[in-house]
Nanobody
Framework: QVQLVESGGGLVQAGGSLRLSCEASGNIFSINAMGWYRQAPGKQRDLVARITTGGSTNYADSVKGRFTISRDNAKNTAYLQMNSLKPEDTAVYYC??????????????WGQGTQVTVSS
């Protein structure tokens, strides 16, 4: 099992920056990839950024060039650096971990979410 604890959300003005952190604990060696998703009011949860254990990354088109996902293996932590924030970035951001274990197969784990609000 994997537990995810998120931090770093808050209120920021348009054009500002925030850094989200997601610390993983438990069976961290089962994690194949980590990512950030967001859900705005009245909308579905969508992928923001994802990073594999090999370091490959994927970004939503709406954040590419502004957001950067990274990881610190020693701290078992993934980060989302968010620059040039826009009001449309306002959402609850959720950390995700993709795991695989023999006999158990694939599992997704989620953090509790952290609110990011960008004012105009």
């Amino acid at each position: 099992q994997v537990q995810l604890v998120e931090s770093g959300g808050g209120l920021v003005q348009a054009g500002g920056s925030l850094r989200l952190s997601c610390e993983a604990s438990g069976n961290i060696f089962s994690i194949n990839a980590m990512g950030w998703y967001r859900q705005a009011p009245g909308k579905q949860r969508d992928l923001v950024a994802r990073i594999t254990t090999g370091g490959s990354t994927n970004y939503a088109d709406s954040v590419k060039g502004r957001f950067t996902i990274s990881r610190d293996n020693a701290k078992n932590t993934a980060y989302l650096q968010m620059n040039s924030l826009k009001p449309e970035d306002t959402a609850v951001y959720y950390c995700n971990a993709e795991t695989y274990l023999p006999f158990y197969g694939k599992r997704d784990y989620w953090g509790q979410g952290t609110q990011v609000t960008v004012s105009s």
